[in-house]
């Protein structure tokens, strides 16, 4: 499988300030890609390198093949933008606002089946300005994709969202994966990039300091899964060769090897008449904020870190 992006040794400084120092970054076709991190981090300004809207100090960047900055135009009809906030003309239908921009591409999609795509094929006839907030989202969305592009950039794609509303947005963006898009997702919900993204990159004072699955992320930062339950203070200790600690009304067992030590602690509750003292017993793993926290924090500590 091809890189729809390659980067290598990204700079881009403002005088004396350096908004990104020398970002190293590979996206697969067809896969959803998670950028991630906090604002003033230089998240925006790679993206819009990518994008081709901003000018790079230094660096290698190819997307689908080409230099954004020397890109020919038609290199843009293969590239989809949702931008965080957006304007379409409030008079315009749906329908109508789609139609506009498909006469922008020399092969567009069908405008009534990209509206069907984004769930929006019902409010076809509807005002831009009468949509509801995740409706405009679609919208934003139905014109990134009537172009049929590649590559689609989402940048916060559920910002304002009811829960309901983001969860079916979530199903709408894994399904451009299935469709054989290539995406490029920013978000700063970390539950929408663990349950979106295949791969993630964390950036932090102009670098990356971290790149790969949730799972492997959480192996960078030492975040193990944890076993926990109410430590009433009565009826028989837990031996100590479960290495569990207390955290204020919960005891606690950190390990990667759940299973095995599940089944030994629960072992020991049956045969010391115990099984009360784990009636609330918990497993959580860790979760991508918690592994995004470490990572930045770490980060911040240690600027010299990943020069």
């Known amino acids: 499988m091809s890189n729809a992006i390659e980067v290598r ?10 908004a990104v120092r020398g970002v190293n970054l590979s996206v697969a076709e067809g896969e959803i890609f998670g950028f991630l991190g906090p604002n003033g ?26 230099d954004p900055a020397t890109a020919p135009l038609s290199w843009r ?9 957006s304007e379409i003309e409030t008079e315009l239908t749906a329908l109508e606002a789609v139609r506009m921009q498909a006469a922008y591409f020399s092969e567009p999609r069908n405008a ?15 005002r831009a300005g009468k949509l509801s907030g995740g409706q405009k989202r679609r919208l934003d969305l139905a014109m ?36 054989g898009h290539t995406v490029l997702l920013t978000t700063h919900y970390m539950d929408e990039a663990q349950q979106l993204a295949d791969r993630i990159a964390v950036i932090a004072e102009g670098r ?14 030492s975040s193990k899964p944890r076993i926990t339950w109410t430590h009433s203070g009565e009826g028989a200790a ?4 479960f290495d569990a600690v207390s955290e204020g009304t919960k005891m606690v067992i950190e390990t990667t090897d759940v299973v095995t030590v599940l089944h030994e602690l629960t072992n020991w509750a049956v045969d010391n008449k115990a099984e009360a003292l784990l009636d609330d017993l918990e ?20 600027p010299e870190a990943n020069a």
């Open 9 to 18: 040794g990204l700079l881009k400084s403002y005088g004396e300030v350096h």
């Open 41 to 66: 981090a230089g998240k925006t300004t790679t993206i819009e390198i990518l994008e081709g809207f901003r000018d790079r100090t230094g660096g290698d960047v190819r997307v689908l093949g080409q």
């Open 77 to 85: 009809e293969d590239i989809g933008i949702v931008l965080q906030e």
């Open 112 to 126: 009534d089946e990209v509206l069907e795509l984004v769930g929006l094929d019902d409010a076809r006839d509807h």
């Open 144 to 179: 990134a994709l009537v172009g049929d592009p590649k590559l689609v950039f989402l940048d916060e794609p559920t910002t304002g969202f009811d829960p309901t509303a983001r969860r079916e947005s979530w199903d709408m963006i894994s399904n451009l994966r299935d469709l």
């Open 208 to 221: 990356i300091v971290a790149e790969g699955t949730a799972d492997q992320l959480a192996d960078l930062v």
């Open 238 to 241: 837990v031996p100590s060769r």
């Open 283 to 302: 497993i959580t793993r860790p979760t991508l904020e918690e592994t995004y926290l470490k990572l930045t924090a770490t980060d911040a500590e240690n």
